[in-house]
């Protein structure tokens, strides 16, 4: 009798037999060397096996005939152009377009005043016109009075022929806008540092745009400049000017959407010391909810600014279309910011040039610059001698 011991060694060995049987099965299967459905050849009719396909590891065989490219052959893609810089105007071109452009906008106002003081007969009622005429142009109360009143006191003295009247009116202009006033640009590097532009002002007003503008004048004039993008509150403007830097090889310095707008600020300024920039101008948010909240985030700028560097020039947009709106403005910021120069957008577009007498009053401090068009290139300096020759339809 069989020990009941030998059938379990026995049963053992069969089952350990019959799990090596069954792994060598799949592992032949697995290895990419199995044979492939045999198919029929159409010639003899028999089953011929296809080639077994290659497996992991091994090389596929390259037929012997196949045509190889030579280096000639071989097309390699060819590199992105580098993009063309512009050039941008000088500010004589600027100037010539701004008298221009200025004299078929605003003539109405110096010739609506010209066709009055050189009627037979000028009266009270006459002059009451005159009054309202530069009123209506936003001169305001207290100019018209004083320009109303030097006219009356010239005439009286100098008599009245229609190229004498000219004459007169032009000097008077000329004398309301001031050109005493300094509307140089304070852009100059000094002891190692580049001169720092802040550009402040409400949405809407061309404000990004103009700092886009200014960064192609100061390139005609041969300076190195570096944009910060701090309005951060609108990503819209960031890449608008990004891309006003890159159309003349300007870099911009730039922030997460919704980030500190100081501290874009101050790595603008970092960057344009590190670069040697002559000039670093700063793009602020303009957003006017409340004076408060306004005065906390501009002084903030300023401060952290002015850690590296000094704030050279502080430059106020306005749209020269809004009138008494744009007056609120410009007292708000005035009492936030010490506010150095004005620039006036959409001068072209309206026959309201007086809003350059009014703004100069009110704030004390000179237009700088005037947008006279829709052009990368229409921001002009202004000049009180083009403005008064514009307003008389005089273009050279």
């Given at each position: 009798m069989v020990p009941v011991g030998d059938y379990l060694y026995l049963i053992i060995g069969i089952a350990i037999a019959f799990v090596a049987l069954v792994v060598g099965l799949v592992t032949t299967r697995t290895?990419?060397?199995?044979?492939?459905?045999?198919?029929?050849?159409?010639?003899?009719?028999?089953?011929?096996?296809?080639?077994?396909?290659?497996?992991?590891?091994?090389?596929?065989?390259?037929?012997?005939?196949t045509p190889t490219r030579t280096i000639e052959d071989t097309v390699l893609p060819e590199a992105p152009e580098a993009p063309t810089l512009e050039r941008p105007e000088s500010a004589a071109g600027r100037l010539v377009r701004l008298r221009e452009r200025l004299a078929r906008s605003q003539s109405p106002l110096g010739r609506g005043l010209l066709a009055l003081l050189s009627r037979d007969v000028v009266d009270e009622d006459t002059?009451?016109?005159?009054?309202?005429?530069l009123i209506t142009?936003?001169?305001?109360?207290?100019?018209?009075?004083?320009?109303?009143?030097?006219?009356?006191?010239?005439?009286?003295?100098?008599?009245?022929?229609?190229?004498?009247?000219?004459?007169?009116?032009?000097?008077?202009?000329?004398?309301?806008?001031?050109?005493?006033?300094?509307?140089?640009?304070?852009?100059?590097?000094?002891?190692?540092?580049?001169?720092?532009v802040l550009v402040v002002g409400v949405n809407g007003t061309g404000?990004?745009?103009t700092v886009g503008k200014l960064a192609r004048v100061l390139v005609a004039?041969?300076?190195q400049v570096v944009l910060g993008a701090a309005d951060t509150f609108r990503a819209a403007a960031t890449e608008q000017l990004t891309t006003w830097g890159e159309r003349v090889g300007v870099p911009t310095v730039r922030g997460p959407e919704g980030g500190d707008p100081a501290s874009v600020a101050f790595e603008a300024v970092k960057v344009g010391i590190e670069q040697e920039a002559d000039v670093v101008i700063v793009d602020t948010a303009g957003r006017l909810q409340n004076k408060a909240g306004l005065m906390d985030?501009?002084?903030?700028?300023?401060?952290?600014?002015?850690?590296?560097?000094?704030?050279?020039?502080?430059?106020?947009?306005?749209?020269?279309?809004?009138?008494?709106?744009?007056?609120?403005?410009?007292?708000v910021f005035s009492e936030v910011v010490n506010v150095t120069g004005i620039v006036l957008t959409k001068l072209d577009g309206s026959a309201k040039g007086g809003i350059v007498v009014a703004v100069q009053r009110e704030l004390g401090v000179p237009v700088k610059l005037v947008g006279i068009g829709e052009g990368a290139d229409d921001l002009a300096p202004f000049e009180p001698?083009?403005?008064?020759?514009?307003?008389?339809?005089?273009?050279?």
């Open positions: 290895r990419g060397r199995t044979r492939t459905e045999p198919r029929v050849d159409p010639g003899s009719g028999s089953e011929v096996l296809a080639p077994p396909e290659p497996g992991v590891g091994d090389e596929a065989e390259t037929p012997r005939d002059w009451e016109e005159i009054e309202d005429t142009a936003d001169v305001g109360v207290g100019p018209t009075q004083e320009l109303v009143a030097r006219l009356r006191t010239r005439m009286k003295v100098e008599g009245k022929t229609s190229a004498g009247v000219e004459d007169i009116l032009r000097e008077e202009l000329v004398t309301l806008v001031d050109p005493s006033m300094d509307r140089s640009l304070h852009v100059d590097r000094s002891e190692g540092r580049p001169g720092v404000k990004t745009t004039e041969d300076k985030e501009l002084g903030k700028v300023r401060r952290v600014i002015e850690k590296q560097a000094p704030v050279t020039e502080v430059l106020l947009v306005l749209d020269a279309t809004t009138g008494q709106n744009g007056m609120v403005q410009a007292r001698e083009a403005f008064a020759d514009a307003l008389l339809g005089r273009t050279a």
